[in-house]
């Protein structure tokens, strides 16, 4: 093995780290994963996910641009066996929310462990520390209410967990959150409350216009004007 050319799995992912002029905090290479067909297995391609360790817009959730995905594809285009095709993309992130109401421990104050639980729970599902082992949310790995309800209730000074609300892209309370192939998990907002946990509509900002003086709700109409 001379480290230079890419045969087996290992090959990609350790070649692909070297690649100059990019700080990366995660690669995977998907052997027989084509990113536009993900449910057919395609013999003779591998995808390469990477993820920059810093991203200054969306920290919690790093998304490669073209210059750091062509910088890796310019590095092992050569070294390449000609039968492989390769693609390299970065994650889809899938928006997770959760609310969760606690009841912190005698003595402790509220603000510090509501804090302390917030960043419990986004570490948890972060793509670069995540899941059990610190190395990031597993690929193809479900965002399970039970497991999260479990990591808040574990922070220190939670005495124990009234109810937590896992809340999907569209908006609904469920149980899990399914993840498959380049997706993974992006918790935008997570509501941490003493007692009862704050509801979906409050946590989304979907909650209805107050109704106006006269008693009748005022929305919004759109209105075509004659001239543009």
């Known amino acids: ?30 052997p027989t994963f084509h990113p536009d067909l993900p449910d057919i297995v395609t013999p003779g391609v591998v995808t390469i996910m990477a993820i920059p360790r810093y ?24 070294r390449r066996l000609v039968t492989t095709e390769v693609h390299v993309r970065g994650p889809k992130y899938r928006a997770v929310h ?66 937590l609300l896992l809340i999907d892209e569209r908006g609904a309370v469920v149980e899990e959150v399914p993840i498959s192939g380049l997706e993974l998990p992006h918790l935008q907002k997570v509501a941490v409350a003493q007692g009862e946990p704050e509801a979906a509509s409050d946590v989304l900002g979907t909650t209805p216009p107050p109704p106006a003086a006269g008693g009748r709700p005022v929305f919004p109409v759109p209105v075509v004007p004659d001239e543009c």
Do not use: M, Y
Request: charged share 30%.
């Open 98 to 163: 959760v609310s969760v109401g606690i009841e912190v421990s005698p003595g402790r104050d509220f603000p510090p462990v509501r804090d302390a639980v917030a960043k419990a729970l986004r570490r948890f599902l972060s793509p670069l520390e995540g899941g059990r082992e610190g190395k990031g949310w597993p690929r193809g790995r479900s965002v399970i209410a039970k497991e999260l309800w479990a990591e808040a209730a574990r922070t220190d000074g939670v005495a124990f967990v009234n109810e």
């Open 55 to 78: 991203d200054p817009h969306q920290p919690d959730a790093p998304v490669p641009d073209n210059l750091f995905l062509d910088a890796i594809c310019r590095h092992i285009e050569p």
């Open 1 to 30: 093995r001379h480290k230079d050319r890419l045969v087996s799995l290992r090959d990609f992912e350790e070649v692909a780290r070297r690649a100059p002029g990019v700080d990366i905090g995660r690669l995977e290479a998907l």
